[in-house]
T-cell receptor
Framework: DTGVSQDPRHKITKRGQNVTFRCDPI?????LYWYRQTLGQGPEFLTY????????KSRLLSDRFSAERPKGSFSTLEIQRTEQGDSAMYLC???????????FGPGTRLTVT | GNSVTQMEGPVTLSEEAFLTINCTYT??????LFWYVQYPGEGLQLLLK?????DKGSNKGFEATYRKETTSFHLEKGSVQVSDSAVYFC???????????FGTGTSLTVIP
């Protein structure tokens, strides 16, 4: 299967800890997106990469959130000093450069206790 | 700014009923419009899209027409099936796909 994969699928952490999530996009896709989704809401756009360049990061929720895509393939999303309000599903999606439909991964569910 | 407003759910229909889920948008610039679907226990999947005014997107019996004059992209299906039970999200992209905006989702349950 060559779909978008995310790891881990579930993460439980204590408030104040740092967490890192990984996303592996579809191999020929050079665009990669991160979203947050809370219960009963649609995905909320966080950031976007084209290859290794982070072209949009103004929507990251705070300076505790950061993302990287160092070689233009997989990406990581890090949340530092987690808070209970960070509990949510974190989604990754990828797309080809010239078309805008995105393919989503299964998500990482974060629970901050 | 950019935003999407969807008809609130949940929506419950009998099999073979007609479905409409309303979606309106505001956008700076000229957006592309999408409907995504999330079946129970699965990830988001693209259902259909339209990239310019008067385009009609269609897939699996679902249709939506990009109406610039009413800033709408309503989802329709003539005869729903139990297997259509899912959450449907309307979305738009601006700036050549740099940013996406999703609605809050509409839950559909189809009963036999």
């Amino acid at each position: 299967d060559t779909g978008v994969s995310q790891d881990p699928r579930h993460k439980i952490t204590k408030r104040g800890q740092n967490v890192t999530f990984r996303c592996d996009p579809i191999s020929e896709h050079n665009r990669l997106y991160w979203y947050r989704q809370t219960l009963g809401q649609g995905p909320e756009f966080l950031t976007y990469f084209q290859n290794e360049a982070q072209l949009e990061k103004s929507r990251l929720l705070s300076d505790r959130f950061s993302a990287e895509r160092p070689k233009g393939s997989f990406s990581t999303l890090e949340i530092q000093r987690t808070e209970q309000g960070d509990s949510a599903m974190y989604l990754c999606a990828s797309s080809e450069r010239t078309v805008y439909e995105q393919y989503f991964g299964p998500g990482t569910r974060l629970t901050v206790t | 700014g950019n935003s999407v407003t969807q008809m609130e759910g949940p929506v419950t229909l009998s099999e073979e009923a007609f479905l409409t889920i309303n979606c309106t948008y505001t956008a700076t610039g000229y957006p592309s419009l999408f409907w995504y679907v999330q079946y129970p226990g699965e990830g988001l999947q693209l259902l259909l899209k339209a990239t310019k005014a008067d385009d009609k997107g269609s897939n699996k019996g679902f249709e939506a027409t990009y109406r610039k004059e009413t800033t709408s992209f309503h989802l329709e299906k003539g005869s729903v099936q139990v297997s259509d039970s899912a959450v449907y999200f309307c979305a738009l992209s601006v700036n050549t796909g740099n940013q996406f905006y999703f609605g809050t989702g509409t839950s559909l349950t189809v009963i036999p």
